[in-house]
């Protein structure tokens, strides 16, 4: 069972649609992250979120961080070919010991020209 | 390009033998992370260096061991290998131990036969 659950799992869609992926978990976490990995290479981080109903736009990305720390969203904005890729969040247990990241099962996108 | 190197980028090796992933971290960064992606449990934490010492231990097996260089290099070691261990291994690192932004290097692919 995964600790962060990404949905959907699989995501293919039309240049210039809009799309939201998701993060859930029952956890609750002082800081959650989300990364796009390309074939061939490792995650590259996009943002960093910390407070409960934060969110952060990066360009034509909008990222929600829950009220509660819970969970998160991302969402795309006329969507390009070169979105396409593996959509991972990982968070940071707000309780306990274990500081270290855990990832979500990631959301492959897919943009279509 | 993050600055982290793995090498080698692809392995192939059979059940039962022993191999060693090797990672150099960003210039001046401290701690090196060492997660494996699989399809079936996605991008797994296994451990962390912090300037030669073991940090934190994640779900990292007894036939798995790592160790961090005075050069700050790494080497995660994988023996008795078997058909599970297939996937791609991936080396991060920071600049401190804690919650800092972690940057992934390209990963190794690793197929056991």
């Known amino acids: 069972t995964q600790l962060l659950e990404q949905s959907p799992q699989f995501l293919s869609i039309q240049e210039g649609e809009n799309l939201t992926v998701y993060c859930n978990s029952s956890?609750?976490?002082?800081?959650l992250q989300w990364y796009r990995q390309e074939p061939g290479e490792g995650p590259v981080l996009l943002v960093t979120?910390?407070?409960?109903?934060e969110v952060k736009k990066l360009k034509r990305l909008t990222f929600q961080f829950g009220d509660a720390r819970k969970d998160s969203s991302l969402h795309i904005t006329a969507a390009q070919t070169g979105d396409t890729g593996l959509y991972l969040c990982?968070?940071?247990?707000?309780?306990?010991?274990?500081?270290?990241?855990?990832f979500g099962s990631g959301t492959q996108l897919t943009v279509l020209p | 390009d993050s600055g982290v190197t793995q090498t080698p980028k692809h392995l192939i090796t059979a059940t039962g033998q022993r191999v060693t992933l090797r990672c150099s971290p960003r210039?001046?960064?401290?701690?090196v992370y060492w997660y494996q992606q699989s399809l079936d449990q996605g991008l797994q934490f296994l451990i962390q260096?912090?300037?030669?010492?073991?940090?934190a231990k994640g779900n990292i097996l007894e036939r798995f061991s790592a160790q961090q260089f005075p050069d700050l290099h790494s080497e995660l070691n994988l023996s008795s290998l078997e058909l599970g261990d297939s996937a791609l291994y991936f080396c991060?690192?920071?600049?401190?131990?804690?919650?800092?932004?972690?940057?992934f290097g390209p990963g190794t692919r690793l197929t056991v036969l």
């Open positions: 991060a690192s920071s600049v401190g131990a804690g919650n800092n932004e972690q940057f």
């Open positions: 956890s609750v976490f002082s800081s």
């Open positions: 979120v910390v407070t409960g109903g």
């Open positions: 990982a968070g940071r247990i707000s309780s306990g010991s274990a500081r270290q990241l855990t």
């Open positions: 210039s001046g960064d401290l701690s």
């Open positions: 260096y912090y300037n030669g010492e073991e940090r």
